[in-house]
């Protein structure tokens, strides 16, 4: 009787102490490196003892994540606390209600001493009609990556345009004469990073989507020509004529396996190319900014990763308090040292413990401050799958690079006008 | 049978025993009501509204009558989406028919040890399908695919399958055939099995072919169970989505009207006209459902 009197106490005890800890359910998708971020999550639980931190793990693709949140957010289910989301997000979220902002948490000038210190390219993504959704993660950006023992075989120096990378990578292949080598990979799957692809020629001749007063100005010949440009490179044999079968990680992978002389991806691949351990092709790589396209400048497309709070969760105020750790400099360079993630604090570029691992980060940040965003709009979904599903389509070959360009003009504009 | 009627007739008349079946009955009906009756009313009632989660509509749906149905009725990928549904009803529906059948004769042979040939058949049933779309994705892979290897052996060409739409229609109806025809193979084998012997035996006397016995006993004989197997197989088929969608990398150049359905409710979030899409393929499965049923009742008399 008396031990099971202290077995009773036990009990009570125990489910008292567990009814103080709050739990805190936080959503990455698969490609965001959650062993890395569950490192960062454990330093979180050991100074706060008080809460725990479960992470859960999504898709590998932007889209793919976000419609499994989709069916998680639209259902109001309180399950998960905080969701790591792309940067062309923070618009559709605030629309949709599913962020609880920032602001109530935040002074006003806390605010602004707060996202003074972040590259202003992330301020801008994530303060949407002048209400703060979320706060980033960490930074993003596409480079061109390459083979540096090719380069060097064959006297090349790195690319700055890609008349450079065309001309190179014929040579390379010409003289490799390697059928399991391809030239220059570029996302040509219809998946999220497709709009990048077709946006970076049109930014590069001037262009965008929207013009500065956030109305719709694309033309059918700018649209035109950036899809003649990547459809010219597989005439040109420089790219395979598959590159519709083509997300970018299957170009990640090809590479990592020997299978590219060069690629266009974003920051995160460096990491995976210096330290998998199926890596063939470790110390071959250089990183260098995108190539300055014909008779344009040299453009990146934005990418990068943002916090936010569900409306639905039951724990706002823990929540808030860890998206402020997540989103501090201390965390921005973990990452980046873990996972070669590019920060969004622009000093810690020059942080020597960052470049001993990344010593490309030295001239990365111009590119990531030149970056340009992809369109904010609260049916950006809709504006993503026109551009990426007929950007596929016309290196396909089932469409010419003129009906495609038709076709997205005119879709996009029915968006915009409200349709 | 005949004795034990009037006994039923006398407790049918018991209310205490109708009470009970109305206690038994009631939660079946309830779950009916709530996992299926429930749904369907509300897909009707959302598709009356213009209702974007991406705008005001989201919390506030703005009531539009049938504008829903005359918007898609203009919409043009509405009408392709719809094609391609009935295509692949048309090809794979008979498709799975004649492979399921041919399959089911070969299981009803005399094996010494029938336990693999039944494995075999059961497997492709017992797959997911995004499963199986995965797989049948990777075997028309251009680079790394299987059938192209075949073909380049055999001196042909590699061919794009998966970005080719005409291609990528006749791959989707191959894997479709593929996992649903040992469905239906394994409903006619049930079939097959009740035909009596003797009827054989008496046709071999009389002199008839194997030939003129499967078309004269075993087919005829066969047709109620071919019946069934067609209505679920072509009901599925106008449901077709996950091999499509699997196959094509989240691109949507082959779409069938379940693929619209989810990209506009669930990518585009406009539940208002994605429900009036769901509610139109609901009333095509409908139509296919009553001509099915009609037609089986029409054989039974």
Redo the contacts between chains.
């Keep these: 009787m008396k031990r099971f009197f202290w077995l009773l106490v036990a009990v009570l005890l125990a489910s008292s102490g567990l009814a103080q800890q709050t739990r805190l359910r936080v959503f990455v998708g698969g490609q965001q490196r959650p062993d890395v971020m569950r490192k960062i999550l454990d330093l979180y639980q050991q100074r706060n003892p008080g809460v725990r931190v479960d992470i859960e793990v999504g898709g590998a693709?932007s889209?793919?994540q976000?419609?499994y949140l989709?069916?998680v957010l639209?259902s109001r289910d309180p399950s998960i606390d905080i969701i790591l989301i792309d940067v062309i997000r923070p618009a559709?979220y605030l629309?949709?209600?599913w962020a609880d902002t920032i602001d109530k948490y935040l002074p006003a000038a806390t605010r602004q001493a707060l996202l003074r210190q972040y590259l202003p390219a992330y301020t801008q993504a994530n303060v949407i009609n002048g209400q703060l959704v979320a706060l980033p993660g960490f930074a993003d950006a596409m480079f061109l990556y390459y083979r540096t023992d090719l380069l060097e075989k064959y006297g090349f120096k790195p690319p700055t345009t890609w008349e450079e990378v065309i001309q190179q990578a014929q040579t390379i292949l010409q003289r490799e004469n390697n059928p399991t080598l391809n030239g220059i990979g570029f996302i040509g799957?219809?998946?999220e990073g497709a709009v990048c692809t077709f946006l970076l020629p049109v930014w590069a001749a001037g262009g965008d989507v929207t013009n500065a007063q956030g109305q719709f100005a694309l033309t059918v010949e700018q649209a035109q020509r950036a899809l003649q440009f990547w459809v010219s490179l597989m005439d040109q044999r420089v790219s395979?004529?598959?590159m519709?079968?083509k997300?970018q990680d299957t170009i990640r992978q090809e590479m990592q396996a020997g299978r590219w002389v060069f690629g266009t991806l974003f920051a995160y691949a460096w990491n995976r190319f210096q330290n998998d351990a199926d890596s063939q092709v470790k110390g071959k790589i250089g990183v260098v900014p995108l190539p300055a396209f014909p008779g344009g400048r040299q453009v990146s497309c934005l990418g990068g990763w943002q916090w936010v709070v569900s409306d639905f969760s039951r724990n706002k105020a823990q929540a808030h308090k860890l998206v402020r750790f997540l989103s501090s400099p201390e965390v921005s360079k973990i990452l980046a040292i873990e996972a070669s993630n590019l920060p969004v604090f622009p000093a810690l570029y020059r942080d020597p413990d960052i470049l001993r691992v990344n010593p490309w980060f030295a001239q990365a940040l111009p590119v990531v401050q030149a970056a340009r965003a992809r369109p904010q709009h609260?049916?950006y979904?809709?504006i993503s799958?026109v551009i990426r599903?007929t950007t596929?389509?016309v290196?396909?070959?089932?469409k010419t690079a003129e009906q495609g360009a038709r076709d997205i003009v005119n879709r996009l504009q029915a968006i915009y006008s409200g349709r | 049978m005949t004795q034990q009627e009037p006994r039923y007739r006398r407790s049918f008349g018991d209310l205490s025993e109708r009470a009970l079946a109305f206690w038994l009955l009631l939660p079946a009906t309830l779950l009916l009501g709530l996992v299926a009756l429930y749904p369907v009313a509300r897909l009707f009632h959302n598709s009356l509204f213009r209702r974007?989660?991406?705008?005001e509509t989201?919390?506030n749906p703005v009531f539009v009558g049938l504008g829903n149905f005359a918007q898609a009725l203009s919409d043009e990928r509405f009408w392709t989406a719809l094609w391609n549904t009935f295509l692949i009803v048309l090809v794979t529906v008979p498709g799975a028919l004649v492979v399921g059948l041919l399959l089911a004769l070969l299981a009803n042979l005399p094996f010494q040890v029938r336990w693999p040939v039944r494995l075999g058949l059961l497997l492709p049933w017992a797959l997911p399908l995004v499963f199986a779309g995965l797989i049948f994705r990777w075997f028309f892979?251009?680079?790394y695919g299987v059938v192209n290897d075949v073909l380049v052996r055999l001196g042909g060409e590699r061919l794009?399958w998966?970005?080719?739409?005409e291609l990528l229609f006749w791959a989707v109806c191959l894997t479709i055939i593929w996992k649903t025809s040992s469905f239906v193979a394994l409903i006619l084998l049930a079939g097959l099995q009740v035909i009596p012997k003797e009827l054989y035996e008496a046709a071999a006397v009389d002199g008839a072919s194997r030939w003129q016995s499967f078309w004269r006993i075993t087919l005829p004989l066969l047709t109620p169970a071919l019946l069934v197997a067609a209505i679920f197989r072509t009901i599925t088929a106008f449901q077709t989505f996950d091999i499509p969608f699997a196959m094509?990398?989240?691109?949507?150049?082959f779409e069938t009207l379940a693929m619209y359905v989810r990209?506009t409710s669930?990518?585009?979030?406009n539940f208002g006209y994605g429900s009036a899409l769901a509610v139109l393929m609901f009333l095509v499965s409908l139509g296919v459902t009553l001509l099915y049923l009609r037609h089986i009742r029409g054989a039974d008399d």
């Design positions: 693709t889209d793919q976000q419609q989709t069916t639209a559709q629309a949709s209600r799957a219809p998946a395979p004529p598959n519709a079968e997300p609260p049916r979904a809709e799958e599903v596929n389509q290196l396909a070959r089932q | 974007r989660l991406t705008d989201g919390t892979d251009s680079q794009l998966v970005t080719t739409p094509q990398n989240g691109g949507s150049s990209t669930i990518e585009n979030l």
